[in-house]
């Protein structure tokens, strides 16, 4: 018995019979905690979007159920067809727009960008807070190449729909300490009450290599991150895409449009 334990035969079935069992239980596993990871990632992005809300303060830590209980008081999300910025029947609950923006079907070629975009979904998502039975701001995806990553996050615009509210960065591979101070609390306000478009509705904002002046005197201008030009370019070319022709701004155009009626 141990003489047949010693053939080169064995060792090599006993390795493969191992290698089998461990596959199986990591595939296994892997199947398994899918949408526990998929429910995770929602959770986590809804966190995001009642964060840039102003819904809760920065740095704050709610469960599952105060999140999603925040996210249905004052979260009222519509699908738009990003062209024309109209509103289309498709549930805003189900609707993936990163999925969309990967579909031949559901997407098309976006134009060159320095933000690194490669397709535009045909669709967008746009995430209304509504307070008292008015829309208080407008929560917008925003997506684009940094250094190493693509950034993705949103942007918050106040009800008038050009004065920015906040920013965040759910998911992005930049370097802590360099770009990844894109989640810096600190530099995340220096966003709030900048403008976004000027007067005429153009997209103004913009990052800049050094510090911006207080919104009041400065209002298109936020400093940039030292020691990551790179990452902040790509953060204010993505956020100028999306605030663009080929981003939200027809949305917004008729938005304001409604408004002033
Ligand atoms: C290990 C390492 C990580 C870096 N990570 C980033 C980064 O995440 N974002 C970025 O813009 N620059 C990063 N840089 C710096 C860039 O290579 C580049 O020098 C920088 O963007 C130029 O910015 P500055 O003109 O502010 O120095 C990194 C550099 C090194 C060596």
Request: proline residues 6%; glycine residues 10%; hydrophobic residues 35%.
């Amino acid at each position: 018995m141990s003489q047949q334990r010693n053939t080169t035969l064995y060792t090599i079935g006993f390795t493969a019979a191992v290698c089998v069992v461990c596959s199986l239980i990591v595939s296994t596993t892997a199947v398994s905690l899918k949408p526990r990871q998929a429910s995770n990632a929602l959770l986590d992005r809804q966190k995001n979007i009642i964060q840039v809300a102003g819904l809760i303060e920065p740095g704050t830590d709610p469960d599952r159920e105060a999140i999603q209980h925040l996210f249905d008081q004052y979260m009222d999300p519509v699908v738009i067809e990003l062209a024309t910025g109209t509103e289309v029947d498709i549930d805003a609950l189900t609707f993936d727009q990163t999925e969309a923006a990967r579909d031949p079907a559901r997407s098309r070629d976006a134009p060159p960008n320095p933000a690194g975009v490669k397709r535009v979904p045909i669709h967008g998502i746009v995430y209304r807070v509504v307070k008292d039975g008015t829309i208080d701001k407008l929560i917008l995806p925003i997506e684009g190449k940094g250094l190493w990553s693509t950034l993705y996050g949103f942007i918050a615009l106040d009800g008038d729909a050009r004065t920015i509210r906040g920013i965040t960065f759910y998911q992005h591979g930049e370097t802590p300490g360099l770009g990844g101070e894109v989640d810096n609390p600190g530099w995340k306000a220096r966003w709030k009450a900048r403008k976004a478009f000027d007067e005429r509705g153009n997209v103004t904002i913009e990052v800049l290599k050094k510090e911006a002046g207080p919104p009041e005197d400065d209002p298109y201008h936020v400093d940039g991150l030292s020691g990551a030009t790179i990452t902040s370019r790509g953060v204010s070319a993505l956020v100028r895409f999306w605030l663009g022709d080929n981003g939200y701004k027809p949305y917004i155009e008729r938005y304001n449009a409604s408004r002033s009626q």
